[in-house]
C-alpha cells in the first residue's frame, strides 16, 4: 500500500495549512499523523483519522474521505514548522506504511 | 511518563552485526505492541519490524531475513538484531509502540546506525 503526500507546504502565520496523503480508498483505512522536528523523534498529533493526543493543541485536526485523508494546521505558527507524516497499517499485508512527508514551512 | 531508551548504535562495518536495544519505563513492553522504525539520513520514516503482545513478529520486506526482533520481560526491553549490516542500513533506529497495533504512541530519541568501512 502507498501513501503519497506532497513534498512541501507553505504557508503564512494565523492562515491554516492542509496537508494530504493520497491512497487507494484510503477511507477504509484508520490514518495516523506524526510531526517530527529537525533532530527529534517523531510525536503522534492525530491518530484514528480525526482524534487528538492529550497536550495537542486543538488547531491540529485531521479527516478521511474516498482517497485523501488530511491534516489540517489552523492558525499556523512558527513552532509548528517540521514534517509532518501520515501512516496506516495495512493488515492484509503485516505492513505499517508511511507516507513521504511534508515538509511545513511557515513564511 | 513513558519514556523509551535506545542504545547499541555506532560506527559498524559492512557485513558486521549489531543489536540494539530499547529500555522502556512507565510502559510495560510485554503489554505494548513494539516496533523499530528507521530512518536513513535526510529521508522518511520506513516501518522495519514489529512484535505483538502475543510475541507474534513481523518484519519489512526490505530486511531480507537479516533482522531479529526480540523481547526480555523481565528486563523491560526489546531488541533489535542485525546482520550483515549494508551501507543503506544506515538510519537513525527509533522504537516505537503502543497499546493499540495500528499505530505509533510512544517513541524514543533514536539510535544512529553507521554502517562504513
Known amino acids: 500500500y502507498v501513501l503519497t503526500q506532497p513534498p512541501s507546504v507553505s504557508v503564512a502565520p494565523g492562515k491554516t495549512a492542509d496537508i494530504t496523503c493520497g491512497g487507494t480508498n484510503i477511507v477504509h483505512k484508520t490514518v495516523h499523523w506524526y510531526q517530527q522536528k529537525p533532530g527529534q523523534a517523531p510525536v503522534l498529533v492525530v491518530y484514528?483519522?480525526?482524534d487528538r493526543p492529550s497536550g495537542i493543541p486543538e488547531r491540529f485536526s485531521g479527516s478521511n474521505s474516498e482517497n485523501t485523508a488530511t491534516l489540517t494546521i489552523s492558525w499556523v505558527e512558527a513552532g509548528d514548522e517540521a514534517d509532518y507524516y501520515c501512516q496506516v497499517w495495512d493488515p492484509s499485508h503485516d505492513d505499517w506504511v508511511f507516507g513521504g512527508g511534508t515538509r511545513l514551512t511557515v513564511l | 511518563e513513558v519514556q523509551l531508551v535506545e542504545s547499541g548504535g555506532g560506527l559498524i562495518q559492512p557485513g558486521g552485526s549489531l543489536r540494539l536495544s530499547c529500555s522502556a519505563s512507565?510502559?510495560?513492553?510485554?503489554?505494548?505492541?513494539m516496533s523499530w522504525v528507521r530512518q536513513a539520513p535526510g529521508r522518511g520514516l520506513q516501518w522495519v519490524s514489529f512484535?505483538?503482545?502475543?510475541?507474534?513478529?513481523y518484519y519489512a520486506d526490505s530486511t531480507q531475513g537479516r533482522f531479529t526482533i526480540s523481547r526480555d520481560s523481565s528486563k523491560n526491553t526489546i531488541y533489535l538484531q542485525i546482520d550483515s549490516l549494508r551501507a543503506d542500513d544506515t538510519a537513525v533506529y527509533y522504537c516505537?509502540?503502543?497499546?493499540?497495533?495500528?499505530?505509533?504512541?510512544?517513541w524514543g530519541q533514536g539510535a544512529l546506525v553507521t554502517v562504513s568501512s
Open positions: 484514528d483519522d480525526t
Open positions: 512484535i505483538h503482545t502475543g510475541g507474534s513478529t
Open positions: 512507565g510502559l510495560i513492553v510485554s503489554n505494548n505492541h
Open positions: 516505537a509502540g503502543g497499546r493499540l497495533e495500528r499505530r505509533f504512541d510512544y
